[in-house]
């Protein structure tokens, strides 16, 4: 299995706060996404890295930042998390534009 | 992006062979098919892409219509760990980033 790892796996958190979700891999791959997934849904790309400090919007970006200051890392912050943003978070790392993408385990978010 | 239209749900005897189609009848020259699954709520998992030509690996084969307007993946025997959501997803690489655009997929349920 890809090495890439996400923290929290579990938050719940109230509405107004702000929220950071972190992906971490050690395969030293270029590109990094997070995506989100709701129920009836497959997942949604909210936003996309395509090397440290290069990143650009995906389809749902709204409501979302991200940033990237070192290779490994990739963090999703919800600046105030509201209940339309209670998701599962599934962030993906690839080596290529054409490559497969390895997806993490997940973070369970709920916002009350 | 070209949308995807698959059907809802299968099932496959376990040790048969799952074929599972995809519709893409409006994909352009230079996107690419995709596809993934999930079991559970697990992240995604790849399994297989292709442009133009069939392609096959060790987990299930890809075959492409020559007017590219629909495909069909192939489990050659299908086990009941192959219960899953699989996603037919067409992607056109920006050169910055492959974005995946998963629908609701097909959920195969194998059987005894």
């Known amino acids: 299995d890809a090495g890439i790892t996400q923290s929290p796996r579990h938050k719940v958190t109230e509405t107004g706060t702000p929220v950071t979700l972190r992906c971490h891999q050690t395969?030293?791959?270029?590109?990094m996404y997070w995506y989100r997934q709701d129920p009836g849904h497959g997942l949604r790309l909210i936003h996309y890295?395509?090397?440290?400090?290069?990143?650009d919007k995906g389809e749902v970006s709204d409501g979302y930042s991200v940033s990237r200051s070192k290779t490994e890392d990739f963090l999703l912050t919800l600046e105030s998390a509201t209940s339309s943003q209670t998701s599962v978070y599934f962030c993906?790392?690839?080596?290529?534009?054409?490559?497969?993408?390895?997806f993490g385990p997940g973070t369970r978010l709920t916002v009350l | 992006d070209a949308k995807t239209t698959q059907p809802t749900s299968m099932d496959c005897a376990e040790g048969r062979a799952a074929n599972l189609p995809c519709n893409h009848s409006?994909?352009?020259?230079?996107?690419?098919v995709y596809w993934y699954r999930q079991i559970h709520s697990q992240g995604p998992q790849y399994i297989i892409h292709?442009?133009?030509n069939n392609e096959t690996n060790e987990m299930a084969s890809l075959i492409i219509t020559e007017d590219r307007k629909s495909s069909t993946l192939i489990l050659p025997h299908a086990t009941l760990r192959d219960t899953a959501v699989y996603y037919c997803?067409?992607?056109?690489?920006?050169?910055?980033?492959?974005?995946?655009?998963f629908g609701t997929g097909t959920r195969l349920q194998v059987t005894l």
């Open positions: 993906a790392i690839s080596d290529g534009t054409v490559n497969e993408q390895f």
């Open positions: 395969e030293n791959h270029r590109y």
């Open positions: 890295s395509y090397g440290v400090k290069d990143t």
């Open positions: 409006t994909i352009s020259g230079n996107e690419y």
């Open positions: 292709g442009l133009k």
């Open positions: 997803i067409v992607s056109v690489n920006t050169g910055t980033a492959s974005k995946l655009t």
